[in-house]
């Protein structure tokens, strides 16, 4: 599947952001899809997951209760809606998606996943 991430942008620190990850093909809902961060210098870290049925969702420890993900099959797009957005969410957001949907452990790793979208920036101001 191809992906392509937008909706970053600069926002005030507390202000809300919406991040969309549109798919191509006929075949979204056969993918998990994760959204992944990386600041300069910091290795790309797990933001958030959806399951392939939108089921489960799972979170980091760090957006958790802020970061909402969400899919639309009919649209072929998930969504990562950030709210009270801090000046360490600054990061370009990436999405990816595996065919293989499974438990947190194996959707929080990055290396679970074999396609990624081209990644938006997102500034968070204090």
């Known amino acids: 599947v191809q992906l392509q991430a937008c909706g970053g942008g600069l926002v005030q620190a507390g202000g809300s952001l919406r991040l969309s990850c549109a798919a191509s093909g006929p075949t979204f809902s056969n993918y998990a899809i994760g959204w992944f961060r990386q600041a300069p210098g910091k290795v790309r870290e797990f933001v958030a997951a959806?399951?392939?049925?939108?089921?489960?969702?799972y979170y980091a420890d760090s957006v958790k209760g802020r970061f909402t993900i969400s899919r639309d099959s009919a649209k072929n797009t998930a969504y990562l809606q950030m709210n009270s957005l801090k000046p360490e969410d600054t990061a370009v957001y990436y999405c990816a998606g595996t065919s293989r949907s499974s438990d947190v452990y194996y959707l929080s790793s990055r290396e679970s996943y074999a396609d990624w979208g081209q990644g938006t920036q997102v500034t968070v101001s204090s």
């Open positions: 959806i399951t392939r049925s939108g089921g489960y969702t």
